[in-house]
């Protein structure tokens, strides 16, 4: 069964210093999303990105982050000068299948544990 | 704004029938999706309700009344590897999901 992947798993860093988290949505999938999950907290949305370009973004997703789809199967999340408060699970997801139409699942990666010290 | 609630945790026994509510104020609604998520895993799909009623798939059922602003998660014939986190997520007209906070649910035996 297709599932999006994401790596590392885990990433430990120093406060100041730039993390790019990879992800590999399903394939035919034409939507892709990122949401982080502080410890003990609920999953929030960060970005929404289809076409080659942001969809939506919410007031986490400042100038701090930005996103990539540098090829034809790689989605990444770059988040510049991190802080302690970066410190969550990073889950890419991806939606759309063959109809390439809202309304479909997202589908949710592993995650990328992120740890700012 | 926007609000979705649902309870913090819950506990049941095995082979015991557990319903978890969920409660949601939002604007632009376009489904209301559930989730399954162990403990530092990623969330699973579960179900999707964009109509009002019913949806089942096996063990699991999911409803909806948009008017309301209800759903419910169902979960028949409890089974130990169902003790996890099940998140309510409101789909907006613009594809983002938003999540409630989950309920912890723990099986015993």
């Known amino acids: 069964e297709p599932e999006v992947t994401q790596t590392p798993s885990h990433q430990v860093t120093q406060m100041g210093q730039e993390v790019i988290l990879r992800c590999v949505p399903i394939s035919n999938h034409l939507y892709f999303y990122w949401y982080r999950q502080i410890l003990g907290q609920k999953v929030e949305f960060l970005v929404s990105f289809y076409n080659n370009e942001i969809s939506e973004k919410s007031e986490i997703f400042d100038d701090q982050f930005s996103v990539e789809r540098p090829d034809g199967s790689n989605f990444t999340l770059k988040i510049r000068s991190t802080k302690l408060e970066d410190s969550a699970m990073y889950f890419c997801?991806?939606?759309?299948?063959?109809?390439?139409?809202?309304?479909?699942?997202?589908?949710f990666g592993p995650g990328t544990r992120l740890t700012v010290l | 704004g926007q609000n979705i609630d649902q309870p913090t945790e819950m506990t049941a026994t095995e082979g015991a029938i557990v319903q978890i509510n969920c409660t949601y104020q939002?604007?632009?609604?376009?489904?209301l999706f559930w989730y399954q998520q162990h403990a530092g895993e990623a969330p699973t799909f579960l179900s999707y309700?964009?109509?009002?009623g019913l949806e089942e798939k096996g063990r699991f059922s999911s409803f909806l009344s948009r008017s309301k602003g209800y759903s419910y998660l169902l979960l028949k014939e409890l089974q130990m590897k169902d003790s996890a986190s099940y998140l309510c997520a409101v789909r907006k007209n613009t594809d983002k999901l938003i999540f409630g906070t989950g309920t912890r649910l723990q099986v015993f035996p």
């Open positions: 309700n964009v109509l009002d």
């Open positions: 997801a991806s939606s759309g299948g063959t109809s390439g139409g809202l309304g479909d699942t997202q589908y």
């Open positions: 939002t604007s632009g609604f376009n489904g």
